[in-house]
C-alpha cells in the first residue's frame, strides 16, 4: 500500500522526538530533559516544536523575567500593565491610550523590506486586538557604519517596509531616531511602536473564557512562512544568516487594514469574549496564552485552519508566522454575526475548536491527536534563569582639556551638523505618510516629541486635547553606565515630552541587548532595569508593556546596547503644543544654566564620538530633583503662554541645538557668550568648547517674546537662567567676537548628508 | 448639501475627508460602500485616498473594476461632481473618467510632505469656485504613483480646454508630472481628480488651513 504524503508526514511527527532534533529546534539538553521529566514521556516532533517557541526567550522571557517583575507597573493611570497584547492608560474622558513597542531586528538584517514591514504590522495588531484604533506609529532604528557595504541597502529597505505597511494601512507614522555605529553592522536593530486610542469601558484581553465557547481563526491564510521565527529571534547571528529567509514572514498591509477594520467592526458588537493575534510562534503562542491567561483548555482542529497551500504539517501549521490573523473566543451563538462582518471584509472565518477545561492544549490532525499538553508546562513550568551578571559603570571623569581639540568652534560645528548621527532625517520620514488620519499636529521633526490630536476630545470653542509620543536611548551612555545611562534615556524621554507641552504619563520599552548568558551582557540588562525603575518611579511613569530582543550579536561580538524607552504624555489643550522651532526677534533663554557656567561635560558626549571616534568616560550626572523642577517650570510657564518654542539640549550640546532652532526659519543670533569668554587666552580654547558641546543635563532652550517675566520666574523658582540672544532675520550667527558663520551653510551641511549618502 | 464617499477596501482616507466636509458644510456625508451598485441623487461623489485593494496589480485598477463604478459613471453622466483624492484621482484615471495616467513618483521613492500648489484658470468649475488664478494653495501631499503622464497633444488640450486646476510650483515638483500638474478637471468641468490633500489642511494645527478655501468655494457653488 502507497502511503501518502500526508500520512508520511502524521507518522514522522508523532514520533518521539530527539534529543538532537530538540537542540535543532533550540531547546537546550537540560530544557528537553526536564520536559521528558515532567511529562513523564518523551513529546513527539509537534510538541517538542511548540515547547522549544513557548520557551524562547522571545515567548518566555527566561533570562529577564526576574529582573522585569521589579519594574514598577502601576499607577492611578494604568488600566492594563505588562502581559496582555499591549498596556492600556486613562487619558480621561472615558479614553484609554493602548501602546506598546517591539523589536523585528533580526528579520529586518535577513531581509529588511519584510521585516521592517511585518514589525509594523505585528505591533499595530497588538494594539488594534485591545479593542484601540490605532492613531501613531514611531520607529527606532540602528544601523552599521555609514560606509559599510550592507547599511545603504538595509536603510533602503527598512524604511521602504515601514512606509510600505504605515502608508498603505493609513496609519501616520510620526517620529523615531535613527543611529548609525559599527556595532550594527551586521544586527540591525527595528523597533517599532504604535499607539491607538480606544474607549475606557470598551478594552479587549485575551483571557479565554467559558468551556464550551467557540475558538475562531479569522485573517489571512496560514503559509509556511516565519516557521520558528521566534526561535531564529532568539539567538545569535553567524555568517550563514541569509540561509535563514524563509524564517521572515511576508506583510501584506492590505489585509491588514481589512482585519483591522473587520475587528473593529466585530468589536462594536457584543460578541468577543476574548482576542489575541498571533504574532511571534503563531498559533501555538495565541492558543497557548489565550487557555493559559483563562486557567482553561483548548482543543483545536489542525484541519480546520485555513491554509495557503496543500501538505503542511501539524508542526509548520503550529509554528508558522504567518501575517494578519487573530484568533478569538466568541459567545455561543454569535458566530453568524461574526463571519457575516468577515465575509463583508473577504476574510477568512473558521471556528478552528473549543474552549475546554482540562487545563491542556490538544491539537487534531486528520482525526488523530498529535499534540496533548499540559498548559502549566508551557507557561508556568517554563524555565526561568538567574544569570550571573556583573554591574559595571565608567567611573573614569574625563575633563574637557582631555577631550577637546584645538580646532574652531565653527570647524566642529560643522562635522557635527554633518554627521550622520545628527544631521537631518528628511531622506526617511519623507517616505512615511506622516498626515494621514487628518490629526497630526507635530511630527517629531518640529518637536522634540510627536503629538497627535486625541481624536473627539474637541468640543465647542475647545481644540481638543494631544498625545505626545517620544522614544529615546542614548546607547554611548548606556555602554559606560547600564544603570545611570538607562535612567537618563527615561529623563530624556520625559523631557522631550515636556518640551512639547506635555506631562508624562508611562512607558513602553524594548530591552535591545547581546547575549545574556555573558555576564557584562546580563550586567547591561539588569543595570538597565534597575535605571529605568529608579527614574519611572521617580517621574510616575510606569511600565506597561514592553519587549526584549537578546542576542543581538554576531560571531561573538554584541551590539551596543539599545534599552529604548517609549513615552508618552498628555497635552490637556493642543493650543498649547510647543514647537521647537524659534521665531525671529525671540529672545533665546537657556533653563538649567547660569551665566558662571563657562565650561562642560565632554566625556561620553557626541562631540567625542564624531571628534575622536569613540565613547567612553564617566557619563554626565543627573539629578532628578532638579530635573523635575525645570520640567515643571516649562509647563508652567507654558501654561502662561510665555513661551512659544522649546528644544531640549541634548546630543551635541548647547551650540548644535541652538542652530536646530534657527534652521527651519533659517534665522540668525548674535550668541552673548558669559563674560569668561571675552578676553580668552588660546590654552582655555577646551572651556569655550566645553560650554558649547558639552552634554551637561537638565538643560532646555526655550524662545519667548517676554523675557524679563520668564527671567523673573525662574529667579523666583530657584531655576537657573542665562539670556543667549536675540533672534533676527539676518541668518548670521555671531558667537560673541570669536567666530561667526551663516545658518544657511549650516542647514546645507545638515540636510545634505543622508541624501548624499542614499544616492 | 448631499455628498457621498465611496469606501473601497483599502481606503484609508475615507473618514478625513467625510469628518473635513462635515466640518465645513456641517452636512455628514454618505458613506457609499464599494459593492453598492446604485449611487442615490447626490450633489457630490468623493472618491478617497487609500490604497484600495492594497494598490495591487496597479493603483486603482481592481477598484475601477467595483460593483459601484457603473453607477458613479451614471452619476458623473448626469452631471453630478465628482472628486477624486490621491488613491481616488487614481481609481478615476482608471475608469476613464480622467485622462491622462499617473506613474511612479521620478524618484521612485514615496513622497510626504506640504507642497504649494498654483491655483490655474480652468473652465467653469464648482472645484475652482473658492479660488483665483494664480493664487497659490498649499495643501499636504502622500504618495507613490502621482506622476502625471500624458502626451503633447493631450497636454495642449488640457491647457486650451481650461482643464489643468493646479500645478506644482516649477521650482518644487514633487514627482515628475508632465508640465507640473497636480490636478485635472473633465470636459464639463465637474470631475476634480487631485493628488494633494486638501482635506488634511483645514484645522489649525495643519499645516495649511487652504482646505477650507477650497472645499468652502465648492460647497457654496453646490449649494447655489
Redesign the interface.
Known sequence: MRVSREQEIALEETKNCTLEKAIEMGLSKDEFELICKKLKRTPNFVETGIFSAMYSEHCSYKSTKKWLKTLPTSGKQVIQGPGENAGVIDVGDDNAIVFKIESHNHPSFIEPYQGAATGVGGILRDIFTMGARPIALMNVLRFGEENNFLTKHLLNGVV?GI?GYG????IPTIGGETYFHKSYNKNILVNAMAVGLAKKNKIFYSAASGVGNPVIYVGAKTGKDGIHGATMASAEFSDDTQEKKPTVQVG????G??LLEACLELMETDSILSIQDMGAAGLTSSSVEMASKGKLGIHIDLDKIPLRENNMSGYEIMLSESQERMLMILKQGSEKKAERIFEK??LDFSIIGKITDTEKITLLKNNKVICNLPLNLLVEDAPEYHRDYKLTSNKNQLSSKEVAIDKSIKDILYKILGHVNFCSKKWI??????????DT?LTSNDSDASVV?IHGTEKNHF?GKGLAISTDCTSRYVKNNPEEGTSLAVVEAARNLVCSGATPMAVTNNLNFGNPEKSEIMGQIVGSILGIKKSCEFFNTPVVSGNVSLYNETNGKSIMPAPIIGMVGIIND??K?INLHAKSKRSILVLGQNENKIDGWLGCSFYQEVIHDKCDGKIPSLNLEKEKKLMDFLLSINSLGLIDGAHDVSDGGLLPCLIEMLLKKKLGINVILPKFFDDLKNEDFYKLHGWCFGEDQSRILISTEDKQKVIELAKENEIEIFHLGQTNSSGEILLGKLDRFSIKKCYHIYANKLPKIMI | MRAGVIVF??S??D??VI??LKTISNFKPKILWHKETEIPNLDLVVVP???S????LRCGAIAAKSPIINSLKDHASRGGSVLGICNGFQILIETKLLPGTLITNKNL?????DISLITQKTRPSPFTNGLTPGDKVNF?I?H?DGNYFCDDELTKKLHNEGQIAFKYSPNDNPNGSVDNIAGVLSENGRILGMMP?P??A?????SSQDGKLFFNGLIKHLLG
Open positions: 521602504k512606509g502608508n498603505c494601512i493609513g501584506d498591509p492590505f489585509t487594514k481589512l471584509w473577504d520620514y519623507e517616505q512615511y505618510d506622516s498626515s494621514v488620519m487628518g499636529i490630536k481644540k493642543i493650543e503644543v | 477596501p483599502g484609508n482616507c473618514r478625513d469628518i473635513a485616498g487609500g490604497f485593494f492594497g494598490d495591487y521613492n514615496f513622497v510626504c510632505k499636504p502622500a507613490n490633500h482635506e488634511r483645514i484645522e489649525n494645527f495643519h
